[in-house]
């Protein structure tokens, strides 16, 4: 199966925990596992830097979290997804408004990539 496949399939996966939350544990792991196989056929697909992103920062950890994200950033990722996950992961880590408020202007002119997710954000949590 390529990358692709792979990737829609994972985010299929990803929507599916809503559904099945008493599994969102079990999920989460495999998604990871999914995750990290694709980057070890492709270490710099955005794609799976950014989902991996999202599915740490969902399980709490915010610092795996960042360094996926960042990455992607530092591969050039232009995707609307990657600075939204980012505001997030900061948002959770407590840092300034400042840091993380431009990547949220960066994602309003930026393109969404079909095959990559948001984190969840629960506003109450802070």
């Known amino acids: 199966m390529n990358i692709i496949s792979r990737l829609e399939n994972v985010k299929k996966l990803q929507a ?3 559904e099945n939350e008493d599994h969102w544990d079990d999920i989460n792991d495999l998604l990871v596992k999914e995750l990290d196989e694709i980057l070890l056929i492709e270490p710099e697909n955005t794609a799976a830097l950014i989902n991996i992103g999202a599915v740490y920062s969902d399980m ?3 610092e795996k979290a960042i360094e996926y994200l960042k990455t992607a950033l530092n591969l050039g990722s232009v995707d609307k997804n990657l600075y939204i996950n980012l505001a997030i992961v900061m948002v959770y880590m407590e840092m300034h408004q400042e ?3 431009e990547y949220l202007e960066t994602a309003e002119n930026k393109m969404e990539d ?13």
């Open 16 to 18: 599916k925990r809503w």
């Open 99 to 101: 840091e993380y408020h």
């Open 60 to 62: 709490g950890e915010n």
């Open 114 to 126: 079909p095959l990559t997710f948001k984190a969840y954000f629960d506003p109450n949590s802070q």
